[in-house]
């Protein structure tokens, strides 16, 4: 177990200092507290792999903001002790963007639903992956919207029951990993509510990647899709991550067909390229180099 250092939080709405309360608390603001995420919904356990990654790293909450859509996923703003922005449902990324740009120094995370990142805020995302800009981007995806009470969403595998679907989807789910790296992501990862410990591993690696990176956490929503879905329970669904997932260095190793029902698990893709609040650093000195040398045109 990573030793977690966190003891002192601002104190806006829970702790002080707390004489060495141990774990993750002194990122939370309990005053928010019961949250709204149902029984067994894998949110939770995402959250706090983002936050053992985060103290991993020992990176400032006040050097942090976290940028979040609308959805069940996107609640985490409410519940996290960093600065926090809760914008509209889809346009997390534009949002931070934005931040990013005005500030490129601070660590700028967004934290949404596959409905808010995929459906409507599908534009956003590709073109955030496209400038490669400096946000790193954790996907709560529990193939359907949950606090609209069970809509399908753009991940919602073919043949899955939803309010919008009762005879079961006949679209095509988006691959985002695959989407990400198309349209120019240079981090992409995938992981599981069950397996924690490597998604944190891929959240801290994510976090301290520069350019634009993206982590697919596959998470359990046993209300409005397990139950409807034949998965009962989120044990089920959490069996059910734990059989389905293999690693992509193990499916290196394996036969294709054995792969076929399989979702791959780790690190799915790395590269280097131009970061955009850089790009845009560098052409704003050279605007201005120009203009003291007179030579700028109208
Ligand atoms: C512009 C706009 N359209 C629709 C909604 C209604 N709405 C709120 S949350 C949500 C979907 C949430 O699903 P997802 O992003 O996958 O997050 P989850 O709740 O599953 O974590 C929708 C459609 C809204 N708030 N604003």
């Known amino acids: ?18 004489g060495g309360k141990p774990g993750l608390l002194g990122y939370l603001r309990t005053g928010m507290m019961p949250h ?41 703003t409410g519940y996290l002790d960093f600065d926090t922005l809760h914008t509209t449902h889809g346009r997390a990324l534009a949002f931070a963007t934005g931040v990013k740009l005005a500030n490129p120094k601070l660590n700028v995370i967004v934290l949404a639903g596959d409905g808010d990142l995929a459906a409507i805020g599908g534009n956003h995302l590709i073109h955030a992956a496209r400038r490669n800009i400096n946000i790193t981007t954790i996907c709560f995806n529990n193939n359907i919207y949950g606090m609209t009470s069970g809509q399908f969403s753009p991940v919602s595998p073919t043949g899955s029951w939803a309010t919008t679907t009762p005879y079961g989807s006949i679209d095509r789910p988006f691959d985002l990993c695959e989407l990400v790296r198309a ?33 697919e956490a596959l998470s359990q929503c046993p209300t409005y899709f397990g139950r409807r879905n034949q998965l009962h329970n989120a044990v089920d669904m959490l069996l059910w991550q734990k059989e389905h997932a293999v690693n992509v260095r193990a499916a290196t190793r394996m036969d294709p067909e054995d792969l076929r029902d399989k979702i791959l698990i780790g690190e799915l893709y790395r590269s280097e390229a131009p970061e955009y609040t850089e790009e845009y650093a560098r052409i704003r000195e050279q605007v201005r180099q120009k203009a003291r040398e007179g030579d700028l045109v109208q």
Request: glycine share 16%; aromatic share 10%; charged share 20%.
């Open 36 to 76: 709204l995420w149902c029984p067994g919904c894998g949110h939770g356990i995402i959250m706090g792999a983002f936050l053992r990654a985060f103290d991993r790293l020992g990176w400032d909450q006040d050097e942090t903001i976290i940028v979040s859509g609308i959805g069940c996923s996107s609640r985490v």
């Open 183 to 215: 349209a120019g992501g240079t981090y992409v990862a995938r992981g599981t509510a069950y397996h924690v410990r490597s998604l944190t591993g891929l959240i801290e690696k994510a976090l301290k990647h520069k350019g634009f990176s993206f982590v």
């Open 1 to 18: 177990m990573p030793t977690l250092t966190r003891q002192v939080s601002r104190g806006e709405t829970g702790w002080e200092e707390t």
